[in-house]
């Protein structure tokens, strides 16, 4: 770990599951940041399985949990038992950030409230994720990303085609567009701590993420605004930001703008269409956008990729390749833009993760490791709390950190 990074000797107990909160911890940790992963003992955080649960890709390799827990150490903690309550407050007086997840009833129920662990450390910034925020009818509700970001927020009522159902979305595409949210809520405490000395209690929802993204929208209905029908292809409100396939399969995201158009005409080798009254100007466009988008159709299925790639480029006409994972993991702007990154200690299927998208010029990141192994460092982290030898068997013994077999196990 490197010294002299952003967060070198930040301390961070991240106590939180799946990958909102801990995405938020990860992003630390690039920065230097030591993050200690808190998760039940035997087999750990539920998001180990995920790489084996359909509709994921299936793997002998978690790369999921590589990917949100990398440059971590791991403590198994069973918080239900009688003497967890002892850790607890050792970790929450050694640390500067405690992140968490659990629905409002089960702190409680396990003392770990932000009015609970404040009381041991002033200065501790305490960040929190909920479904649906920590007000309101469905504050004790639980929430993924599918149902409070996707659902709820509005977005999923976007994304689909005229008469079919919503589709599903990505499975923690939601999350980790919260995990920056998070980050940024506990770098603007952290902010204010220097300032002020004073800790602090953050927190966001999935809810709240997924709106923002959609605030546009949401925007729109707050002033009554008039939206146009649901999507349909090729009966756009605009041919001219829509989807269009090349001769090869390939689709293309195209968002010409209004001063474009003499340009796209040419493009597409259509160069009368300037005249044509049906187009002449934005309004006239719209009002016949079925037929300038079948016309664009046509002419986009007549080429393959390679050749819309080089017209649209020297056009300077702003479009997007419709890519899949499999073909993002080899582009270059990412490989080049460090999005794309090494990680180390995986075996040899997998030598490369998801950098976060947060970068700071002339700061270079952490490199990728491995995420914890079950009660990997147990040991390790509690005599750095100043845990005997004796104290951690006694610990052990009750049942409030994992058997020395889990220790071992992955």
Known sequence: MAEDNVFSGLKVVDMASWIAGPGATTILGEFGADVIKVEPPGH????????????????????????????????????????????????????????????????????????????????????????????????????????????????????????????????????????????????????????????????????????????????????????????????????????????????????????EWPGLTAMIGNPTLVDDERFADPAKRAAHSAELAAILDRAFRSAPLAHWRERLSHARITFGIVQTPEQVIEDPALLENEVIVPIEGCGDQLTRTVSSPVHLHGVEKVRARRAPKVGEHDEEVLAQLGFSHGDVEALRASGAITALRYAKAG
Not at 54 to 70: E, G, I, K, L, Q
């Open 44 to 259: 750990g955080d539920g998001y180990r399985l995920l790489h084996e649960v359909p509709p994921h890709p299936r793997s002998d390799v978690d790369y999921a949990w590589n990917a949100t827990n990398r440059n971590k150490r791991g403590l198994a903690l069973n918080l239900k038992s009688k003497r967890a309550g002892d850790v607890v407050k050792r970790l929450v007086e050694w640390a500067d950030v405690f992140v968490t997840n659990f629905p409002p009833p089960v702190r409680e129920r396990l003392k770990v409230t932000y009015e609970d662990v404040a009381r041991w450390n002033p200065r501790l910034i305490y960040a929190d994720i909920t479904g649906y925020g920590d007000r309101g009818p469905d504050a004790d509700a639980p929430g993924f990303d599918l149902t409070a970001y996707w659902a709820r927020s509005g977005l999923l009522s976007m994304l689909h085609d005229a008469g079919s159902p919503p589709t599903l979305a990505p499975s923690g595409s939601g999350d980790h567009a919260t995990a920056v949210g998070l980050y940024a809520s506990i770098v603007t405490a952290l902010y204010r701590r220097e300032r002020t000395g004073k800790g602090g209690y953050v927190t966001t929802s999935l809810i709240g993420e997924g709106t923002w993204s959609l605030a546009v929208y949401v925007a729109a209905a707050l002033c009554g605004a008039k939206f146009y029908p649901q999507h349909d292809r090729l009966k756009p409100p605009s041919a001219l930001i829509n989807t269009y396939q090349t001769s090869d399969g390939v689709w293309i995201m195209l968002v010409a703008r209004d001063q």
